[in-house]
T-cell receptor, first 114, second 116 residues
Framework: DAGVIQSPRHEVTEMGQEVTLRCKPI?????LFWYRQTMMRGLELLIY????????DSGMPEDRFSAKMPNASFSTLKIQPSEPRDSAVYFC????????????FGPGTRLLVL | AQTVTQSQPEMSVQEAETVTLSCTYD???????LFWYKQPPSRQMILVIR??????QNATENRFSVNFQKAAKSFSLKISDSQLGDAAMYFC?????????????FGTGTRLQVFP
């Protein structure tokens, strides 16, 4: 299996621009998680889905952030408009199949908002 | 709410030696899962080892083993025969088994340096 795939790996954008991060979970996994990692706040869960349905979005910082999962093999995290404080590494993780308790992480997207 | 504490921001070990990273957690649940993840400079989060709270036997994965003390709510990671490639940030994480609380709660991490 290819593991969790994220794109882009790096993104540099200017304040006010829209940013879209993409994630493809491991095939057969029915849970998908979006995390953000910063020096100040460490690893934070933003939102997670089960069977494409958002279960807990209490970690989404504000209305500028939105996430979708239109099907079992694809999810997006969108920031509009982006701000410098959104600069972070964004991870997607998935779990399910025979090992629902263990989350497997993608390589992350390093976002820099200027 | 559950919390995870890693009290050692940094640790160092010499190659081939053994090092133990500490982790404590707080929970009122009796059943849960604990994990150690490794994050090398590449930033990839790599699962090292997991432990189910209902299992008394400590988990082991090659050179990595845990000391799980449920009553003390302690979950330390022992790395034997340390290698240069073990240098990384190590995160301890807790997961509740109940639906709607599936998120991982992470500690703040311990940076491990390995010296030749």
């Amino acid at each position: 299996d290819a593991g969790v795939i994220q794109s882009p790996r790096h993104e540099v954008t200017e304040m006010g621009q829209e940013v879209t991060l993409r994630c493809k979970p491991i095939s057969g996994h029915d849970y998908l998680f979006w995390y953000r990692q910063t020096m100040m706040r460490g690893l934070e869960l933003l939102i997670y889905f089960n069977n494409n349905v958002p279960i807990d979005d209490s970690g989404m910082p504000e209305d500028r952030f939105s996430a979708k999962m239109p099907n079992a093999s694809f999810s997006t995290l969108k920031i509009q408009p982006s701000e410098p404080r959104d600069s972070a590494v964004y991870f997607c993780a998935s779990s399910g199949d025979r090992d629902q308790e263990t989350q497997y992480f993608g390589p992350g997207t390093r976002l820099l908002v200027l | 709410a559950q919390t995870v504490t890693q009290s050692q921001p940094e640790m160092s070990v010499q190659e081939a030696e053994t090092v133990t990273l500490s982790c404590t957690y707080d929970t009122s649940e009796s059943d849960y899962y604990l994990f150690w993840y490794k994050q090398p400079p590449s930033r990839q989060m790599i699962l090292v080892i997991r432990q189910e709270a209902y299992k008394q036997q400590n988990a082991t994965e090659n050179r990595f083993s845990v000391n799980f003390q449920k009553a003390a709510k302690s979950f330390s990671l022992k790395i034997s025969d340390s290698q240069l490639g073990d240098a990384a940030m190590y995160f301890c994480a807790y997961r509740s088994p109940y639906y709607n609380t599936d998120k991982l709660i992470f500690g703040t991490g311990t940076r491990l340096q390995v010296f030749p």
